[in-house]
Nanobody, 125 residues
Framework: QVHLAESGGGLVQAGGSLRISCAIS????????LGWFRQVPGKDREFMAA????????YYSDSVKGRFTISKDYAENTMFLQMNNLKPEDTAVYYC??????????????????WGQGTQVTVSS
């Protein structure tokens, strides 16, 4: 059973930066894919970025490509999302997720098996 815990959310002004983290525990990650999603009230969870736990493969949504960077730290068993040039429309609850499927990177929330509790990111104009 994999456990995920996000941290690092908060309030930031438009144009600013924030790094959120996802601490991973509970088991070996093997060929897992780890992803970041966000959600605003009344809407489905939106895919942001994903990374294979082993290897260098990453994938970004068009809405964040060039502004957000996903990374990982094996020693800390942690995944990060560095968010630059933040916009008010980036305001959401951000979730990390793990897909144990051993396939290529999925950009659909239904494909992910484990989820964190979420961290709020608010970007003021």
């Amino acid at each position: 059973q994999v456990h995920l815990a996000e941290s690092g959310g908060g309030l930031v002004q438009a144009g600013g930066s924030l790094r959120i983290s996802c601490a991973i525990s509970g088991g070996g990650l093997g060929d897992y894919t780890l992803g970041w999603f966000r959600q605003v009230p009344g809407k489905d969870r939106e895919f942001m970025a994903a990374i294979k736990w082993f290897g260098d493969m990453t994938y970004y949504s068009d809405s964040v490509k060039g502004r957000f960077t996903i990374s990982k730290d094996y020693a800390e068993n942690t995944m990060f999302l560095q968010m630059n040039n933040l916009k008010p429309e980036d305001t959401a609850v951000y979730y990390c997720a793990a897909d144990r499927g051993g396939r290529g990177i999925a950009a659909v929330a239904l494909m992910y098996d484990y989820w964190g509790q979420g961290t709020q990111v608010t970007v003021s104009s």
